[in-house]
Structure formats: C-alpha cells, structure tokens
C-alpha cells in the first residue's frame, strides 16, 4: 500500500512537468498585412515582420508565415533551438511565401545614351531587376563586373541597360 502512495506523487510530478514544458513552446504568426504591435500568436493578429517573430522565439516555438512577399534581412544570430526543441519556421497551412532579398528601387531613372538609364543609390548593386528580369550592369569598358562594386564613396550610381517594361 505504501508503494502505491508513493507512486501517485511521482506520477502527478511528472504529468505537471511534462505539461510546464509543453506549455512553454508558443506559436507565433507573422502576415503581410499584421503589425508587429500585435501579440503574433495567432492568424487574427499576427506581426508584420518575420524578424520580429524570431526576436521573440525560444527553444521549441514555431513561427507560422502567412502568404504574401517578404522583403526583409532575417538575423538568426544566437538563436537555437535545443535537442528536440527546435525553432521553426514554416509556411502556414501550405501557403506561398517568398522571401526576397532585393530591395526596390524608387528613385527616378534618367536616359543616360543610347538604352542605359542610370539613378542615384545609396548602396552597392550587384544585380538589378526590372520587373523580375535580370538587367545586364553598364560598365567601363573590359571592366570587371565584380568584385568591383557600382559607384564609389557615399554617392552610387546605377546604371542599367534595357527598357522597362510597362503593364498595359
């Protein structure tokens, strides 16, 4: 008999524990259209950045994407999960997501000559795309095309040679 009382204790402790730590896994959802304002725990109020669901993930936590574009750097930098808890990140429910690491353009395009058109940046360009087709860089002559970046010191200029397409 007193085996047995012994035992029931034991059992409840380690329900209890089990269920602390499942407990402490959240989900977190993150769609174009939420605000990072939110709580992010679910569909209805979701944040707007993927970033921000890392920001607050621990070991064991899965953040659901919604479907939609994301533009955004992502800093997993000392984030890890643990073993059999790991952090994830998935699409929900099957939806596309796309992650893209471009970032849009929207300074004016002058006609530099002939069909290059340049613009002013702020950052190096490596490759430009004017709707979703590669454009080929304008260079010096016999210059390399990389590792050379576009433009020197603080002011950068872009050039492209093509015609932008426009939606009819």
Request: glycine share 8%; hydrophobic share 40%; aromatic share 8%.
């Amino acid at each position: 008999m007193s085996t047995h009382i012994f035992k029931l204790p034991c059992l409840v402790l380690l329900a209890c524990s089990q269920l602390c730590l499942s407990a402490q896994a959240a989900s977190y959802c993150v769609a174009p259209d939420g605000d990072d304002r939110n709580a992010g725990t679910s569909p209805e109020q979701p944040f707007a950045l993927i970033q921000r669901a890392v920001d607050v993930m621990r070991p064991g936590d899965t953040c659901y994407i919604r479907a939609g574009v994301y533009r955004e750097t992502i800093d997993l930098a000392g984030k890890a999960g643990l073993s059999g808890q790991p952090i994830t990140l998935t699409n929900y429910m099957a939806e596309q997501v796309i992650l893209d690491g471009t970032v849009q353009i929207d300074s004016a395009w002058t006609l530099d000559e002939g069909e290059v058109y340049k613009t002013t940046l702020p950052q190096n360009v490596t490759q430009l795309f004017v709707d979703d087709e590669l454009m080929t860089l304008a260079r010096f002559p016999n210059a390399q095309a990389f590792p050379i970046p576009c433009g020197t010191g603080r002011r950068r200029v872009a050039f492209a040679r093509g015609i932008r397409r426009t939606d009819t």
